[in-house]
């Protein structure tokens, strides 16, 4: 894996030498909009069918949050999607259709990083997914799965006629709340504790990730989803990494003082949310487990890819026993 300097490809592992022992997630750096609800001073495209493309990895939890909300928000004949190989080596993210990648119909670029220099030849920082890529500017527009749910959840209802609302304005303050543990100390808590160089950096992050995960665990005790009766993007962003957890996190990222299997709660809640109709087809354990197991060398060196655990995500779930709405729809 490595980053563009000046439009210059790097083969290089993050530096974590630089802060200590700790895995620092640089910020995404392309962040326009689609749609009228941008938010201030950020600049906005026009939401057209058939304009915009999706790149995105099938292994990747933040590019998965996506992959969930187009399909949820009914988008797929309006917005195409590519995905990259799994394997992610050398030359960064790649389209090559012989090691699993759906190949890039719309750009024909061999390596995920093209498309930043396509967009800005000096590009300089990582090359992550997912992207949204607009075909009528030849550019990316937005490179941060955060602003890509939202933008999913609302610019485009006039053509698909989809009202379900992912974030309703009056759980918003509940929803941002719940986002930011849930970020800091599970989404990314996974990536800070797994790629920690020092044996206390990895234990701080570690815990603070299991003691997040107990907070989840007593909150959905008590109520459905996390902010309440509703089915919000807080869900969709939990549960792209309590699928990944007891497959890979659990074993490659050391997060391992528990499995999602032994919380009652999380453990039920994630079935659930599996069997939401259309959740399931976005999940793909192999390119997960082999992503992560064969791309990280400096974790796994061999690359030899386990054969467990097993998971049986349609068990059935218990979480009927909580009151649930389902999503909530805009009103016209
Ligand atoms: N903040 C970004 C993070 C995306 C991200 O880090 N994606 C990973 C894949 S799981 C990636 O592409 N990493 C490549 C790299 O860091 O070089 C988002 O949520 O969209």
Same mark, same amino acid.
């Given at each position: 894996?490595?980053?563009?300097?000046n439009?210059?490809?790097?083969?290089?592992?993050?530096?974590?030498?630089?802060?200590?022992?700790?895995?620092?997630?640089?910020s995404?750096?392309?962040?326009?909009?689609?749609?009228?609800?941008?938010?201030?001073?950020?600049?906005?495209?026009?939401?057209?069918?058939?304009?915009?493309?999706?790149?995105?990895?099938?292994?990747?939890?933040?590019?998965?949050?996506?992959?969930?909300?187009?399909?949820?928000?009914?988008?797929?004949?309006?917005?195409?999607?590519?995905?990259?190989?799994?394997?992610m080596?050398g030359?960064?993210?790649?389209?090559?259709?012989?090691?699993?990648?759906?190949?890039?119909?719309?750009?024909?670029?061999?390596?995920?990083?093209?498309?930043?220099?396509?967009?800005?030849?000096?590009?300089?920082?990582?090359?992550?997914?997912?992207?949204?890529?607009?075909?009528?500017?030849?550019?990316?527009?937005?490179?941060?799965?955060?602003?890509?749910l939202?933008?999913?959840?609302?610019?485009?209802?006039?053509?698909?006629?989809?009202? /379900?609302?992912? %974030?309703?304005?009056? *759980?918003?303050?509940?929803?941002?709340?719940?986002?930011?543990?849930?970020? @800091? +100390? #599970?989404?990314?808590?996974?990536?800070?504790?797994?790629?920690?160089?020092?044996?206390?950096?990895?234990?701080?992050?570690?815990?603070?990730?299991?003691?997040?995960?107990?907070?989840?665990?007593k909150?959905l005790?008590?109520?459905?989803?996390?902010?309440?009766?509703?089915?919000?993007?807080?869900?969709?962003?939990?549960f792209?990494?309590?699928?990944?957890?007891?497959?890979?996190?659990?074993?490659?990222?050391?997060?391992?003082?528990?499995?999602?299997?032994?919380?009652?709660? /999380?453990?039920? %809640?994630?079935?659930? *949310?599996?069997?939401?109709?259309?959740v399931a087809?976005?999940?793909?354990? @192999? +390119? #997960?487990?082999?992503?992560?197991?064969?791309?990280?060398?400096?974790?796994?060196?061999?690359?030899?890819?386990?054969?467990?655990?097993?998971?049986?995500?349609?068990?059935?779930?218990?979480?009927?026993?909580?009151?649930?709405?389902?999503?909530r729809?805009?009103?016209?």
């Open positions: 894996m490595g980053l563009l300097v439009g210059e490809w790097h083969d290089q592992w993050y530096d974590t030498k630089k802060h200590g022992g700790e895995f620092v997630r640089e995404a750096q392309l962040r326009d909009w689609v749609g009228a609800d941008a938010p201030d001073g950020v600049l906005s495209h026009p939401a057209e069918a058939d304009r915009y493309h999706l790149y995105v990895s099938l292994a990747c939890p933040w590019a998965h949050r996506i992959l969930i909300m187009r399909k949820l928000k009914g988008l797929e004949s309006l917005m195409g999607v590519s995905h990259v190989s799994p394997l080596l030359q960064g993210w790649t389209y090559d259709e012989d090691e699993g990648s759906s190949g890039d119909p719309v750009n024909g670029v061999t390596y995920h990083r093209e498309l930043y220099t396509l967009t800005d030849p000096h590009y300089t920082g990582r090359v992550t997914v997912p992207v949204l890529w607009d075909k009528k500017r030849c550019a990316i527009v937005n490179n941060e799965s955060a602003d890509l939202r933008i999913l959840n609302g610019a485009f209802d006039e053509l698909t006629g989809n009202r /379900l609302d992912f %974030y309703p304005q009056d *759980l918003r303050e509940e929803i941002d709340a719940v986002n930011a543990d849930v970020y @800091d +100390h #599970i989404n990314n808590g996974v990536y800070k504790s797994g790629f920690a160089t020092e044996q206390s950096v990895y234990e701080k992050h570690v815990h603070a990730l299991f003691e997040s995960l107990e907070r989840m665990e909150r005790s008590q109520q459905r989803y996390l902010a309440g009766e509703w089915l919000t993007e807080a869900d969709i962003r939990l792209t990494t309590l699928v990944r957890f007891d497959a890979v996190y659990h074993g490659h990222f050391k997060c391992n003082l528990k499995r999602i299997e032994d919380f009652p709660n /999380l453990a039920n %809640y994630l079935r659930e *949310l599996y069997q939401w109709p259309g087809e976005t999940v793909n354990m @192999d +390119h #997960i487990q082999h992503h992560y197991y064969y791309s990280h060398d400096t974790i796994n060196p061999t690359r030899i890819v386990p054969a467990g655990p097993l998971l049986n995500f349609n068990r059935p779930h218990d979480r009927e026993r909580l009151p649930g709405q389902g999503v729809h805009k009103s016209k």
